[in-house]
C-alpha cells in the first residue's frame, strides 16, 4: 500500500453458507476514481458493502483510507454509500430524508438541513427538496440517494449503479458531476455493468467477474475486445417510433425492435449512440426521452470469452 490508496485488500473472501460473494481478493484501489465493472452477480455488491463495514470479510484483510473498516465507526464517518437498492421513506420529502440521514452523523437539526439542503443542490435536486419522494421518477431517486452520500463531506464515495435507470441528460449531468469530485480530491469507487459509463468517468477500472477480479489497469487495454460485442440499449421514450427512424439513419446501429413504450436498439459503437442519444433528449425533437438502461447479457458474452482465454 502506497500513500493515499483508497482500500486495499488481501487475500479477501466473502461467502455466504454455500455461495461465494467474493472469492481470494487482492488488490489496491488508487486514489481518484475507479471503475468496477462488471455484470450483475459478479461480486460488485459484496465488495462494496465489505469497503463500507456493512459485512466483515469471511477471509482476508481490507483497510480503507489506511484503517481496518470493520467495527470502526470513526472510519465510517469518512465515507459515503450510494447503494443500488431503494430503501426510502416515501413519505418523506427529500429535505426531510437527507436531513434525518445526516443527523445520525451527530449533526445539530440546523446544521444538518443546511448540510442536506447544500447536497441537494449539488445534485440538482432543490426544486423538488419539498416535494415527497413516492412522487420522484426513478432518476431523481437515485439522485437523492447520492445527495445522502455526500452530504458529511466524505473523503471517500461508493456509488454503487448511480447511472441506473436515468434519463439520458441525467447522466451526462451526473458523470460530469462525479468527475467534478475526482478533481476536488475525492475518493471515488463506482460500479456499473456498462463499460461506456465506467470509461466516461475514468480510464481506471477493476474488472471482476463470479467474485474474483479478473484484470485491472486502464479501460483501454480491453477495449477493443469488448467493442467486438454488439451492445444492446434500451430506451424508454414518448416517441418510439420517430426515435427509430433517426436511429436508422447511423451505421452503428445493427438492429432494432420495439416494445410497449420503448424501443431496443444494438449498436457497434455505444459511445457515438449515447453522445447522439442525448443530444437528441436535449433538443427534444423527438419527444421525452424518459429511461436508459442496458441489459446486463452484453458484458456476459465478454466475460465468458475472458475467463476461457
Same mark, same amino acid.
Given at each position: 500500500m502506497?500513500?493515499?490508496?483508497?482500500?486495499?485488500?488481501e487475500?479477501?473472501?466473502?461467502?455466504?453458507?454455500?455461495?461465494?460473494?467474493?472469492?481470494?481478493v487482492?488488490?489496491?484501489?488508487?486514489?481518484?476514481? /475507479?471503475?468496477?465493472?462488471?455484470?450483475?452477480?459478479?461480486?460488485?455488491s459484496?465488495?462494496?458493502?465489505?469497503? /463500507?463495514?456493512?459485512?466483515?470479510?469471511?477471509?482476508?484483510?481490507?483497510?480503507?483510507?489506511?484503517?481496518?473498516?470493520?467495527?470502526?465507526?470513526?472510519l465510517?464517518? =469518512?465515507?459515503?454509500?450510494?447503494?443500488?437498492?431503494?430503501?426510502?421513506?416515501?413519505r418523506?420529502t427529500?429535505?426531510?430524508?437527507?436531513?434525518?440521514?445526516?443527523?445520525?452523523?451527530?449533526?445539530?437539526?440546523?446544521?444538518?438541513?443546511?448540510?442536506?439542503?447544500?447536497?441537494?443542490?449539488?445534485?440538482?435536486?432543490?426544486?423538488?427538496?419539498?416535494?415527497?419522494?413516492g412522487?420522484?421518477?426513478k432518476?431523481? =431517486?437515485?439522485?437523492?440517494?447520492?445527495?445522502?452520500?455526500?452530504?458529511?463531506?466524505?473523503?471517500?464515495?461508493?456509488?454503487?449503479?448511480?447511472?441506473?435507470?436515468?434519463?439520458?441528460?441525467?447522466?451526462?449531468k451526473?458523470?460530469?458531476?462525479?468527475?467534478?469530485?475526482?478533481?476536488?480530491?475525492?475518493g471515488?469507487?463506482?460500479?456499473?455493468?456498462?463499460?461506456?459509463?465506467?470509461?466516461?468517468?475514468?480510464?481506471?477500472?477493476?474488472?471482476?467477474?463470479?467474485?474474483?477480479?479478473?484484470?485491472?489497469g486502464?479501460?483501454?487495454?480491453?477495449?477493443?475486445l469488448?467493442d467486438?460485442?454488439?451492445?444492446?440499449?434500451?430506451?424508454?421514450?414518448?416517441?418510439?417510433?420517430?426515435?427509430?427512424?433517426?436511429?436508422?439513419?447511423?451505421?452503428?446501429?445493427?438492429?432494432?425492435?420495439?416494445?410497449?413504450?420503448?424501443?431496443?436498439?444494438?449498436?457497434?459503437?455505444?459511445?457515438?449512440?449515447? /453522445?447522439?442519444?442525448?443530444?437528441?433528449a436535449?433538443?427534444?425533437?423527438?419527444?421525452?426521452?424518459?429511461?436508459?438502461?442496458?441489459?446486463?447479457?452484453?458484458?456476459?458474452?465478454?466475460?465468458?470469452?475472458?475467463?476461457?482465454?
Amino acid at each position: 500500500m502506497t500513500a493515499g490508496d483508497l482500500v486495499t485488500a488481501e487475500h479477501l473472501s466473502k461467502w455466504y453458507g454455500q455461495v461465494i460473494g467474493l472469492n481470494d481478493v487482492s488488490v489496491t484501489v488508487p486514489a481518484g476514481i /475507479t471503475g468496477l465493472l462488471g455484470p450483475n452477480g459478479a461480486g460488485k455488491s459484496t465488495l462494496m458493502k465489505l469497503v /463500507t463495514g456493512q459485512l466483515k470479510p469471511s477471509k482476508g484483510s481490507l483497510t480503507v483510507l489506511g484503517e481496518p473498516i470493520w467495527r470502526n465507526p470513526a472510519l465510517y464517518r =469518512r465515507i459515503g454509500f450510494c447503494p443500488e437498492q431503494d430503501a426510502f421513506y416515501d413519505r418523506m420529502t427529500g429535505l426531510e430524508w437527507v436531513t434525518a440521514l445526516v443527523r445520525l452523523n451527530g449533526a445539530t437539526d440546523a446544521l444538518a438541513g443546511a448540510m442536506a439542503g447544500r447536497a441537494l443542490e449539488m445534485v440538482e435536486l432543490t426544486d423538488a427538496a419539498h416535494k415527497k419522494i413516492g412522487a420522484y421518477s426513478k432518476g431523481m =431517486r437515485q439522485r437523492v440517494k447520492m445527495a445522502q452520500a455526500l452530504a458529511h463531506d466524505p473523503d471517500l464515495l461508493i456509488l454503487d449503479e448511480p447511472l441506473a435507470g436515468m434519463d439520458p441528460i441525467a447522466r451526462r449531468k451526473t458523470i460530469r458531476m462525479i468527475k467534478d469530485w475526482g478533481r476536488a480530491g475525492k475518493g471515488v469507487i463506482v460500479s456499473s455493468h456498462i463499460l461506456h459509463e465506467i470509461e466516461s468517468m475514468t480510464a481506471n477500472i477493476l474488472l471482476i467477474n463470479q467474485g474474483r477480479i479478473l484484470a485491472e489497469g486502464n479501460v483501454h487495454q480491453i477495449r477493443d475486445l469488448i467493442d467486438e460485442h454488439p451492445h444492446t440499449v434500451h430506451v424508454r421514450a414518448d416517441q418510439t417510433r420517430a426515435l427509430a427512424r433517426e436511429f436508422l439513419g447511423h451505421d452503428d446501429v445493427l438492429s432494432l425492435k420495439f416494445e410497449e413504450g420503448a424501443v431496443v436498439v444494438q449498436t457497434g459503437r455505444p459511445d457515438a449512440f449515447y /453522445t447522439r442519444l442525448t443530444d437528441l433528449a436535449a433538443s427534444g425533437e423527438h419527444g421525452a426521452i424518459h429511461e436508459v438502461t442496458s441489459p446486463d447479457d452484453n458484458l456476459q458474452a465478454v466475460f465468458q470469452y475472458l475467463v476461457k482465454s
